[in-house]
């Protein structure tokens, strides 16, 4: 249940051709880079204070070389890991709530159970375009026990909102402007994405269930 793709990340822009973002961005970001109501729930691994710092310089350098097609800085306090996403959507209805209810209950079962395990032992692997919505800094377990306990989390999530894909180890930088870019506009970010040295260890006591209202406002 786990997607490490070194190789895609190492290339993830176009080689030739316009790059054009993902069409759903713009339910979570407008065309001014500002971010838009999103509304969910998710289980996600917190970052322990060192790593936020270390984050918030990429994130420094990213904005230097390419900040013309990003979207406002994401808060060095939301910087996580997603373990797996619950239920969202652009609107705050009956519904919504219902099912996010739901997800919370079975989620926070699983929490409990996991809450006294020992920490995963992950590896930053690069910054890199993941599906044309977003520039991530990738994650990759050091170890066979990190890589099975956390493909077995992951596939537990999985039962409770299945989102039919594999888990992509990743801590997210920033968001994309909707919009279409040349290679020449691509430049600074082509320079911008490389591999990083990062050790980063998720604790059981940093695994939490989060709420959020937009991509930069979560509690």
């Known amino acids: 249940m786990l997607n490490l793709l070194e190789d895609y990340i190492s290339c993830s822009l176009p080689a030739a051709g316009d790059f054009v973002t993902r069409e759903g961005l713009r339910m979570k970001v407008d065309e001014r880079g500002c971010f838009r109501p999103f509304f969910g729930n998710t289980v996600v691994f917190l970052m322990e204070e060192k790593v936020r710092k270390a984050l918030a310089v990429l994130q420094d350098e990213l904005y230097e070389k ?8 994401l808060n060095e306090d939301t910087f ?3 373990l797996h996403d619950l239920i969202n959507g652009p609107q705050r209805d009956e519904k919504l709530l219902r099912q996010m209810a739901v997800a919370e209950r079975e989620a926070k079962t699983l929490l409990q159970r996991w809450q006294d ?5 992950m590896r930053a692997t690069w910054l890199f375009n993941m599906v044309s919505t977003s520039i991530v800094l990738g ?3 050091c170890d066979a026990q990190s890589a099975r306990r956390l493909s077995d989390m992951y596939g537990a999530l999985e039962n409770v909102v299945p989102l039919g894909y594999a888990l992509t180890p990743h801590i997210t930088m920033a968001y994309f ?3 279409v870019y040349s290679q020449q506009q691509l430049e600074g ?3 911008a994405l490389h591999p990083v040295q990062l ?3 998720l604790s059981m006591d940093r695994l939490v269930y989060q709420t959020f209202e937009d991509m930069n406002y979560y509690r």
Do not use: F, I, N, W
């Open 66 to 73: 390419a900040g013309d097609v990003l979207a406002a800085r």
């Open 80 to 82: 996580h890991m997603t």
């Open 117 to 121: 395990t020992s920490p995963l032992h």
């Open 139 to 141: 994650l990759a377990p």
């Open 177 to 179: 402007k909707p919009g």
């Open 189 to 191: 970010l082509r320079a």
């Open 199 to 201: 050790e980063v260890e």
